[in-house]
């Protein structure tokens, strides 16, 4: 299983034929974040940009369960817990407060005023979840 950067698909592989994935599962996937993603048997689980997390089955090619709303930013890495039906997910979305830079008509030797807006909500954390039991 690989994914790629604000690639909106995950790509499943046989490396006994490597020229075309097998499968492509659908996620949503609009920055050049990575994002880290579980594998157990034939369940991949993973996070996407609207703060989803999913498991999909290889095997029958198709979601199971319904997707949990983990966070309200993208979720950037999921860990299935190896023997109970938890996640963990974490959650961060790299942004910056945007400065403006603006030169007074009347500063002395053309001094910048700096003007920096109030940080953006952020959703930085990690959670750990209950899975519904289809996906352990």
Same mark, same amino acid.
């Given at each position: 299983?690989?994914?790629?950067?604000?690639?909106?698909?995950?790509?499943? !592989?046989?490396?006994?034929?490597?020229?075309?994935?097998?499968?492509?599962?659908?996620?949503?996937? $609009?920055?050049? %974040?990575?994002?880290?993603?579980?594998?157990?048997?034939? $369940?991949?689980?993973?996070?996407?940009?609207?703060?989803?997390? %999913?498991?999909?089955?290889?095997?029958?090619?198709?979601? *199971?369960?319904?997707?949990? %709303?983990?966070?309200?930013?993208?979720?950037?890495?999921? %860990?299935?817990?190896?023997?109970?039906? *938890?996640?963990?997910?974490?959650?961060?979305?790299?942004?910056?407060? $945007?400065?403006?830079?603006?030169?007074?008509?009347?500063?002395?030797?053309?001094? $910048?005023?700096?003007?920096?807006?109030?940080?953006?909500?952020?959703?930085? !954390?990690?959670?750990?979840?209950?899975?519904?039991?289809? !996906?352990?």
């Amino acid at each position: 299983v690989s994914g790629h950067r604000a690639d909106n698909y995950l790509r499943v !592989w046989d490396v006994r034929r490597p020229e075309l994935p097998i499968l492509d599962i659908p996620r949503v996937s $609009k920055s050049s %974040q990575r994002h880290l993603f579980s594998v157990k048997d034939h $369940k991949v689980i993973y996070g996407d940009d609207e703060g989803l997390v %999913q498991c999909y089955d290889i095997t029958k090619g198709g979601l *199971m369960d319904s997707p949990l %709303q983990a966070h309200s930013r993208p979720v950037v890495s999921v %860990q299935l817990h190896p023997h109970f039906n *938890m996640v963990a997910t974490s959650s961060g979305d790299r942004t910056y407060p $945007k400065y403006e830079v603006d030169s007074p008509p009347n500063s002395p030797r053309g001094l $910048k005023e700096y003007v920096c807006p109030p940080k953006p909500p952020t959703d930085s !954390w990690l959670r750990i979840l209950d899975t519904p039991k289809a !996906w352990f």
